[in-house]
């Protein structure tokens, strides 16, 4: 079977939520994490999704990891690629969206890429070339005080402008609404013009729809899942001619099915789930507040102990102290001002401090038996899988839209739910941990 989509996501909850999209597309979907090394091959799919921790990393390290990771999807036999980002731009003006794609146009042969972080399913959109939470702009949204990567200026061609030499110019939603010929007959204007980035307007999955089917048989699209899933559907009916979407399809694990991983832990260890929340974000906060009333919790306070080691050593003093077999919420999730405050204390690497604690606490529990992980933020969700040393998953059933379980394989499966900050239902979390 060949892998027709490989997708580099920009970090780990990026990298589940495209996975859990191309698998709603009906493909079957291999999840991998951090640079692949030469030694790992893909199970057989449709798509792999290689997940990165590369959103706020320096351009040049972000660049080499992501020309390692193309070369390793190229000899897997991958063709056509796709550079996922999130669906709010997360970004600095120094990049990485921009340099990336840049990147990544060079090592495809291509001239331009398209633009396009609409996801509608989880309320994005983008309109004259502005990007859209719910019925704020991005700008008005929560993410204009993003502890890492505030944006604080919805107008795509202007922000993308800030990150790249190459020129970058506009189809609009007029242009969309007419339909895939009048989208790839502008992408070719352009194209033809000197531009290099086209960001697309796209306000519903039908508009995603056009701009996949316009720009198909390109072998580089950039966008959030919503982009990705349209495409993925596109693959699906071409390569399953005629097939109904099956639901899910993750690739099997080698010698044993993913049904079988699941029932195991559901059997044995369903209750005794860590709950770990670094996303500082609106909707995690919320869910944040209700897990704290349905279980046991403990917050990591940078101003009450401001040495990593020593908050570390509480914590898991902490973990320790509380009976297994029950979900347990470990958070460091905070307020602006809380994080404002928190930064005073503990200096200018606290974020790195708290993901490092996190991940060590979720190595903690791993020792002691813990099998089921809820991982809250992309940037924890790597420092946590990292910590773990998980580099392939299977790609399951999602909680809800986005947020996919994934088991590794193995005799003693672990099974991880990582959710990205800004998604789910204020339940989600207890909903994860039963
Ligand atoms: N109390 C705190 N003070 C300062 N920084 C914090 C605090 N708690 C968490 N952080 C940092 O904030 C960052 C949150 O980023 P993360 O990517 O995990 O969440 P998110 O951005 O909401 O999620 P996503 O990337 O999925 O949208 C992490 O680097 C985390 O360590
Ligand atoms: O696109 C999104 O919003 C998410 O997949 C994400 O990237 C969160 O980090």
């Keep these: 079977m060949m892998t027709t989509i490989g997708c580099i996501a920009d970090d780990y909850t990026g990298g589940t939520d495209v996975a859990a999209g191309l698998r709603r597309a009906g493909l079957r979907v291999a999840l991998v994490f951090g640079v692949p090394t030469p030694d790992l091959s893909l ?28 070369d390793w999807l190229t000899s897997q036999g991958v063709q056509r690629y796709y550079y996922k980002y999130c669906s709010t731009f997360d970004s600095t003006p120094e990049g990485n969206i921009g340099p990336i794609t840049d990147l990544l146009l060079q090592l495809t042969g291509m001239q331009t890429s398209v633009i396009c972080p609409s996801s509608p399913i989880h309320g994005r959109t983008v309109y004259q070339g502005h990007l859209f939470v719910g019925d704020r702009l991005l700008s008005e949204s929560p993410l204009s005080s993003h502890p890492l990567t505030p944006m604080t200026d919805p107008d795509l061609v202007r922000f993308l402008g800030r990150q790249t030499a190459g020129r970058v110019a506009l189809v609009s939603w007029p242009e969309v609404a007419t339909g ?19 960001v697309t307007d796209a306000i519903s999955a039908g508009d995603l729809r056009t701009v996949a089917t316009a720009m198909q048989d390109r072998s580089l699209l950039t ?10 559907q596109l693959v699906h009916d071409r390569l399953y001619d005629g097939e109904a979407r099956r639901d899910g399809g993750a690739p099997p694990a080698p010698g044993t099915a993913g049904d079988e991983h699941s029932a195991t832990l559901e059997d044995g260890s369903a209750g005794d789930t860590l709950v770990l929340a670094g996303s500082c974000s609106a909707a995690t906060l919320g869910q944040v507040s209700e897990a704290k009333a349905a279980f046991p919790s403990y917050r990591l306070d940078p101003v009450r102990t401001p040495d990593p080691a020593q908050m570390l050593e509480e914590a898991r003093a902490w973990l320790q102290a509380q009976a297994s077999g029950r979900p347990r919420l470990i958070y460091s999730s905070a307020t602006p001002a809380e994080r404002e405050a928190a930064i005073a ?40 899988v990292s910590a773990l040393g998980i580099r392939q998953v299977l790609v399951e059933d999602e909680l809800e839209a986005g947020v996919p379980w994934c088991t590794t394989e193995g005799r003693r499966p672990l099974r991880l739910l990582l959710k990205s900050g800004n998604f789910g239902s204020s339940r989600l979390l207890i909903e994860a941990a039963p």
Excluded: N, Q
């Excluded at 057989?44 to 193309?70: F, G």
């Excluded at 959030?224 to 993925?232: D, K, N, Q, Y």
């Design 345 to 384: 204390a503990m200096g200018s690497r606290t974020a790195e401090h708290l993901e490092d604690v996190l991940g060590a606490l979720a190595v903690h529990a791993a020792a002691a038996g813990t099998r089921r992980f809820v991982v809250a933020g992309g940037e924890t969700s790597g420092a946590v």
């Design 223 to 232: 966008g959030a899942a919503g982009l990705a899933e349209a495409w993925g």
């Design 43 to 70: 199970p057989p799919c449709d798509a792999a999704v290689v997940a990165m921790k590369i959103r706020t990393a320096p351009v040049e390290l972000a660049s080499r990891h992501v020309a390692t990771t193309y």
């Design 180 to 198: 895939p010929s009048a989208v790839r007959d502008a992408v070719d204007r352009l194209d033809r013009s000197g531009v290099r980035h086209v």
